[in-house]
């Protein structure tokens, strides 16, 4: 397990594991009053955490499943990327594909963070790539069933 200094800025409880298997943590909406998100509409919502990763890592922010299936609401740019030497509060875009406007509330899980290691790539320029049996395959190429 990996250490991760936080600064908590906000109100709310810094994000824990539910489960000791559980792979993300749950974000909280750190807001002084409601948000109403209409049909379509995005914003960025604060939670009042900073972190500090370690380099080689990352954290992925994520859609809920639950607010997602009953409400239409997710995270736009999915998984969003904090990378290790970004300092800022922790933002999630989120987004209202539901056909109900959705009120978020202070305190509310509003998405799930997960930490995972990553690793830096190096380009090297060549002429042509080696052949495999997919080939330039790409969306849809191995039909639907």
Not at 29 to 51: F, N, Q, S, V, Y
């Amino acid at each position: 397990m990996i250490q991760v200094k936080v600064l908590n800025k906000g109100r709310q409880p810094l994000p824990a594991y539910a489960t000791p298997q559980s792979a993300g943590m749950d974000l909280r909406a750190d807001i002084d009053e409601p948000i109403t998100l209409k049909p379509m509409e995005r914003r960025l919502i604060p939670t009042g955490l900073h972190i500090a990763l370690p380099a080689g890592f990352e954290a992925q922010i994520r859609p809920r499943s639950g607010l997602a299936l009953k409400h239409g609401l997710t995270v736009l740019n999915t998984p969003g990327t904090v990378d290790a030497d970004y300092r800022g509060e922790l933002m999630v875009l989120l987004i209202n594909l539901g056909d109900r406007d959705f009120v978020i509330n202070a305190g509310e899980r509003i998405a799930q963070m997960v930490i995972a290691r990553h690793e830096n790539a190096d380009f090297i320029a060549v002429e042509v790539l080696d052949e495999t049996e997919r080939g330039e395959g790409g969306y849809g190429h191995t039909g639907v069933k």
